[in-house]
């Protein structure tokens, strides 16, 4: 199969070509050639095809404006509850989680925030428990300390 565009006295021609064959064997060719118009048609279809391809970019970017700005909202959703993750807040209810990747690392990270917290509270009160296991030890053993050391 061949195509080709030839001038030819005030325009140009296109001319194609196309083979037929049969049981393996050429048996004929068929030739096809049309003059190539230009014009006020092709110029419409033209501007026609570059009006849909503009529309269409300008949508395209539309759309990826509003998904990044979304996706960064959530993200920055993600990195303000890692920032919370300290003692001093609770854990805040989760505003629009979803059901794809982002949604369940959002879940995530305020579960674990979350067991952090509590984590960190059970230690906190293991911690004061210990020191006052530790005054009042210290507390009963000052005076057997002190005689023995003849302070007392």
Known sequence: MGTS??????????RLAVPVWANGKLT???RLESPVRSGAGL???????FTVAGSATV????????????????VTRIRISLRRCSILHPPEALLGASNDELGALERTVHDV????RELFERWR?????????????????WPWIGT???VL
């Open 5 to 14: 565009i030839v001038p030819a006295g005030a325009g140009r021609i296109f």
């Open 28 to 30: 004929n060719v068929l």
């Open 43 to 49: 110029d419409e279809i033209r501007r026609q095809i």
């Open 59 to 74: 949508l395209a970017l539309v759309i990826a404006f509003f998904v990044s700005r979304s996706l960064a909202r959530r």
């Open 113 to 116: 925030a979350a067991r952090l």
């Open 125 to 141: 009160l293991e911690s004061s428990r210990s020191e006052a296991i530790l005054s009042s030890m210290a507390e009963a053993l």
């Open 148 to 150: 023995a050391c003849g």
